[in-house]
């Protein structure tokens, strides 16, 4: 019989909820049937089932750990932009084999994209096969537009923010297409944006188109890249600042556990007024923190953030991490935000906030699940150099084929 969907919740309801960026841990069999398809030894139909299977398995791992938000795992996707590139029309894609899955599409742009289409790229489909799996609430994740343009060529465009906009116009239908499916909670990635911190106001500009006129609420994702477990720049989030809250979303969500916390500050200085997606855990290093390292961490981001307006994640998505490493971390962000949770500072959130989507209303928190606390050895985070200087790891590099071995992984 098939389920009421009408009466599942559209956003957390306590304080504190616990969520993931987006994508979730590929596992070394799954890469390799990805890899196959490429090289044509594997049909489209036989990958589709297959990587229905991963996402069921992905959305219960989530569950078994005591996250209050889920996804989908991004596992249908191969990286951060081949998913929507080979799917916009007027994006030529002239080789379409890879020697792993992995790699990125050359994508070329010869003429203006056209303003609209029938197709679509399927990213309401996606999201109704995840609904039909939980009752949990879902955050259903996409590239930005200033990302995706990164990964094109092509002199269509005398100003290449116009590709940019362009861009965006498709996302905004996409997202509608999501809201009419039933998805509440987006989130735009820009893992890109560290890289181009002088583009930060074009990069605004386009999430506003991105978003308008989509009732959803929106969440926007910026890190410092996460190309096979290594950031591809470093530095702090100050470039982000003051034009970031020109943006028409209700949440950032942004790694601390790798830099540190020290760009709660900006959080301070700038009177950011809206909710916060706090990166607790480390997702480019195996070590699994111990749930006094999360809960102290998170006591830390409350000094700055109330608790009604702070969603706990890790820094980025999972994808690169070992799924027992990816597991034991999930549970231990979990009992970690329960151990705050269960003291005496934070106020429950109010129902009614939880379903306010009209910025500048913020994403509201989850039920609670405490799960048990990892004793795996906590992971040590680095401090980032000043400025946002690229790293060897670069997320704009043209080809991947010399890159570095993938953690849990190899190539």
């Known amino acids: ?246 943006a028409k979303v209700h949440q950032l969500v942004l790694e601390f556990a790798r830099k540190s916390l020290d760009d709660l500050r900006l959080l301070g200085q700038y009177e950011w007024d809206r909710s916060l997606g706090f990166g607790v855990i480390d997702v480019k290093n195996a070590g699994v923190e111990p749930a006094e390292l999360v809960a102290s961490r998170i006591r830390r981001a409350l000094e700055y953030v109330p608790a009604d307006r702070l969603m706990i994640n890790p820094d980025c998505g999972l994808r690169h991490l070992a799924p027992e490493i990816a597991r034991a971390k999930l549970y231990a962000m979990v009992a970690g935000a329960a151990q705050v949770r269960a003291e005496p500072t934070p106020p429950p959130a109010s129902p009614s906030d939880a379903q306010t989507t009209t910025l500048p209303a913020t994403t509201a928190p989850p039920a609670t699940t405490t799960s048990p606390a990892t004793t795996t050895p906590a992971a040590t985070g680095t401090t980032p150099a000043a400025g946002n200087a690229r790293t060897n790891g670069q997320a704009g590099s043209r080809s991947s084929s010399s890159s570095p071995t993938r953690q849990g992984r190899t190539k």
């Open 1 to 246: 019989m098939e389920r009421d969907l009408s009466t599942l919740p559209v956003l957390p309801t306590v304080p504190l909820p616990t969520t993931v960026v987006g994508s979730y841990s590929v596992p070394q069999w799954l890469g390799r049937l990805k890899t196959e398809y490429y090289q044509h030894r594997l049909s489209a139909q036989h990958l589709a089932e297959i990587h229905e299977v991963a996402i069921k398995a992905a959305v219960k791992d989530q569950e078994l750990a005591g996250i209050d938000v889920v996804s989908d795992g991004e596992l249908r996707r191969d990286n951060d932009t081949d998913y929507f590139l080979a799917r916009i029309p007027g994006i030529h894609i002239p080789q379409r084999a890879k020697g792993d899955y992995f790699d990125y599409y050359d994508a070329v742009v010869a003429e203006p994209l056209p303003a609209s289409s029938q197709e679509n790229f399927s990213l309401a489909a996606d999201f109704a096969f995840t609904r039909g799996l939980t009752d949990r609430p879902i955050k259903f994740s996409f590239t930005g537009p200033f990302s995706l343009s990164r990964r094109i060529h092509g002199n269509a465009y005398a100003d290449p923010g116009d590709l940019v906009r362009a861009l965006a116009r498709w996302l905004n239908a996409e997202a509608r297409e999501l809201v009419k499916a039933g998805a509440r909670l987006l989130q735009i990635d820009e893992p890109f944006l560290a890289g181009y911190r002088e583009q930060v106001e074009l990069a605004v500009e386009a999430i506003n188109i991105v978003t308008e006129g989509v009732d959803a609420t929106w969440a926007l994702h910026v890190c410092y890249g996460n190309r096979y477990a290594r950031p591809s720049w470093e530095g702090h989030y100050d470039f982000l600042f003051p034009a970031v809250m020109g």
